[in-house]
């Protein structure tokens, strides 16, 4: 059994250095640790050698092993992400406002680190750097619990971030891996309140939710994106079937990716046939409602309940017809997970409603779900896509792993009332 | 058994018609809200009496009992205090950041509600319009849940809080109170993620915990205070027994009151007869260590390990001896509940150091840790103090209750890569 209490005040120890480091010496290890991935690639190649071996001894999925693999080409990525993850900006210690009460004492709102950031997911060891990067470059101490099917690469990667940062003169407890993969441990490290600030799970649906009912941690819940696009009376039905085969086909597995068409009755009889034109070389099917499927008889299948409210990840499109904006607002409210929502339009005053009263992180006017990305927001990096209000809300960049706090300086000043 | 996925529901339809209100609206529905608790003020009275005498009946401690009552005066500082929130500044729909990216997208972040908040809190009833101001303002939806002792005050004020949304025409259900008392209820309305956005406790360390073990709501953990003044080499003394003067006797029942002393060795011998002097009427009792004891034999008694880690609120304060000012924050940052925490020195370098590397929400340089309070910070109202990291630390106010939303505006951009 690892000693989560132990690994936790190691981190707790870490935290306190890495708050003083300056941004040069966390860049300057970033990129060390970039070029020791590389040097050692061949160590984590073998490692993770063995983890496909016993995956596919154990009948692992063929989608789940290529998730898993690890090649040069990948190791070069995992190598370029921390470069480009040194590279960026530094924001602890930003002051983010400062004022003088009326007493004389100032107050200023800093930037600092979250602390101790717990991470749990499956089996991408991409997501072991990736971590180490964004937490690193903000300060805080990691502690990742990865999934088993993974484990033996991840030791080697952590193994090799460990001994950069020791070349480096740094604590190593910067991250720490969790190398039990048992089910007791991980609930256990949810309920270690004492030492993690913030528990951020990254996988399936099923993981998330493990997560959000256990942990007594705050969590913030990333990923699941049952996202919309809504064709407006009022759009340009080229640029809808555009942005529609885009966010439907141009990646499917990902949050990001479009799940639902709503399209106003006005439009139906003309767009329906001109997507479903665009979309049959990518062989999307298509599940419709009646008014649907008198425009494509053949083309689309009924509609169900769960329909709507499922994120395919596949070639798989769902389609509600409806006869105004506020009821096109309403099912999508009802139906999405609030991550990503398009109305395509070219009436400014249908997307000024569209964007005020649809509840979601994202809410786009003519442009693809699929730019819900830290990258594309131009954060450089992200850790995941949150779909909850507390903290953060869409792409998660190093701002988002921060906190803040008040520093008040005075000469003297004590409270009367 | 209340119907909790009911009163979700309604909570639900009503965030979407707050968010839609105008300051405007809401400042005229507050100051009329604080007008109807007036004029009402009897029928809220002869509820709380009826609380009252059941508490006493049931043996309730007078200071409980003290908590729970109410009267004229305490009702019209509940209205007052409506009427505060009424003339504070809007920040719903407030645009936070605008930037265009290289394809030409507008990414603008704006400052929207969090949607539906539920707040569990003990018997003091004036929370229950603090609650339903601060919730209002912010354009969420409230569903509160008070304590038993306190439900006919709490059901009397909130029918004059709804009737007054009907008469200016606007859903009752921007505030619900939970009647139900038992703890099913309570645990059940702590995993109502589906409806409930955000779970803020308000209460003792006790009500506390229990929401943070049992929610999986996201929760904002608030209130516990063990906040230090550490009185350097070179403070000066005379103005370090005022601060702690006021920090401890002030106020004692608070959660920015100061509960421990850490004193420089080299100061030992001058400051603690002067601080046991100033302090002596008001009777606060000393525990020290060894060091202190010497300087006071007659006036301190030994400090056990647990009196560290203690929150009094009372006449009680620990005393530390440190060596250095690195021993000084190691001591601190291991014992403190990262709410407040003072330094007393001229000493500037001293100051930076203990500002920076002392983890606590608020971190004070010569002035006392009462400050930690969402009115002397300027935000002119608060729902509480927060000990967390995760989205709001320190006192909250109304920009605390809030989240925001990315929208996003383009003429047909697609994702290539």
Redesign the interface.
Known sequence: MADLNVMGQRAEAAK?EL??LSAEEKSRTLRRAAGRLLERAEEILLANGEDIANGEKNGMHPGMIDRLRLTEKRIAAMAEGLEQIAELPDCIGEVMER?V?PNG?E?EKVRVP??VIGIIYESRPNVTTDAFGLCFKTGNAAILKGGSDAIRSNIAIVNILRETLREEGMTQDAIQLIEDVDRQTAAEFMRL?RYV??LIPRGGAGLIRSV??NS?I???ETGTGNCHVYVDKDA?LN?AA??I???KT?RIGVCNACESLVVHSAVREKFLPLLSQKLKPRKVELRGDERVREILPDECVPASEEDYGTEYLDYILSIKTVDSLEEAIAHI?RYNTKHSECIVTENQEA?EKF???V??????????T??TDGF???FGAEIGIST????A??PMGPRELT?????????????EL
Do not use: W
């Open positions: 306190y708050q003083r004022f009460r004492m107050i979250l602390g309140n600030d913030v959000v009912q007594t705050p969590v913030i340009d640029m555009e942005i085969y885009n966010a141009q409210n997307a964007l005020r009263e509840d979601a992180a994202c809410v786009y006017v003519n442009v693809s699929r730019f594309e927001f131009g909850q209000k507390l903290h809300r869409g906190s803040y706090k008040y520093l008040i300086r005075g000469n003297g000043q004590v409270r």
